[in-house]
């Protein structure tokens, strides 16, 4: 729903009317341009009528509306969005040109570039400090060592920088296991044979030394698939084992998976031994994990 205020309504007022709306259980994005002042409703609005919204007295007019895209949608905010950056105007009929190279690959590069696009009349600088590529061997962007030289082009020039976050950026940190063969499983739990592998995995845990081998279970979830670690710890009795939280899916992009269950057997120097991208047995997991000469617990007594 879009509710217009008068212009000339007290402040007081339209805070108390808008109280009133979030008190109900709505969102509300209020935009105020020059002619107009919009309430857009996110939520459910059938419940809410318009006769009680036209009677309140900051209220000029109200209609319904199934637009999708209310944040960005015009006819809640009709006016141009402007965006300042650094004294650099984006939108609004403002022209805006921002360049730079794909990649942040060195300070000396990023730094000369940054000299020519301001010479060149550029606007921004842009550069790349995250590039997820298909394959795991590619070159994956310098990541916050990238934001701290485009930092550093910045304070070169003066001139405001811009880069790709694709989502809030998580990493899986291999460090304290240096010197262990390291096992790593990617799962969702809406995969039928990501959990066929559970008992055989389990089965891992139980059979190899501690001392040798470490096994990270990546349970990868992306906000449509519910986080159920709990519950597959407790089903497959799992609850002393190292799971990591792939939320935002970054961990799985990042190695290039095409599918799910997919599997990673590291050397104890962290280079990628084997790798597969199916379901395997516990014979072909026991079978690689010998071949590296991972000892058993059994080899211990």
């Known amino acids: 729903m879009i509710i217009v205020l008068k212009q000339d309504a007290p402040e007081a007022q339209v805070q108390a009317f808008c109280r009133e709306l979030t008190g109900m259980g709505f969102e509300i ?41 209310k944040k960005a949608n015009r006819e809640f905010h009709p006016d141009d969005t402007i965006v300042d950056v650094g004294g650099h105007k984006i939108g609004g009929g403002y022209f805006a040109v921002m360049a730079g190279p794909c990649s942040v690959e060195s300070e000396e590069q990023i730094t000369l570039v940054a000299r020519r696009v301001q010479a060149a009349g550029a606007s921004l600088l842009r550069g790349g400090a995250f590039k997820p590529r298909t394959s795991p061997y590619s070159f994956q962007g310098l990541r916050a060592e990238g934001l701290d ?13 811009v880069t790709e976050l694709m989502n809030s950026y ?15 499983n990617f799962f969702t739990e809406w995969c039928y044979y990501c959990m066929q592998e559970m008992p055989d995995i389990k089965a891992l845990y139980d059979t190899y030394s501690e001392d040798e ?24 009795g799992m609850e002393d084992m190292t799971f990591f939280e792939d939320e935002d899916m970054m961990v799985a992009s990042l190695v290039g998976l095409q599918g799910y269950p997919a599997s990673l057997f590291l050397n104890p120097d962290g280079t990628l031994e084997a790798a597969a991208n199916y379901m ?22």
């Open 29 to 69: 994005n209020d935009s105020k341009g020059r002619d107009t002042h919009i309430l857009g409703l996110i939520g459910d609005t059938k419940s809410l009528s318009e006769s009680w919204v036209l009677a309140n007295p900051v209220v000029k007019t109200c209609r319904r509306v199934s637009e999708p895209y």
């Open 149 to 161: 030289l485009l930092a550093k082009a910045r304070e070169a020039t003066g001139q405001p920088v």
């Open 170 to 184: 998580t990493e899986l940190d291999l460090s304290p296991y240096l010197g262990k063969t390291v096992f790593i």
């Open 213 to 236: 081998l470490a096994i990270l279970l990546v349970h990868i979830w992306d906000g449509e698939t519910a986080d159920n670690t709990a519950s597959v710890k407790g089903k497959y």
């Open 280 to 301: 395997l047995t516990l014979e072909q997991m026991t079978g690689q994990l010998d071949a590296m000469g991972v000892a058993r617990k059994a080899a211990e007594e």
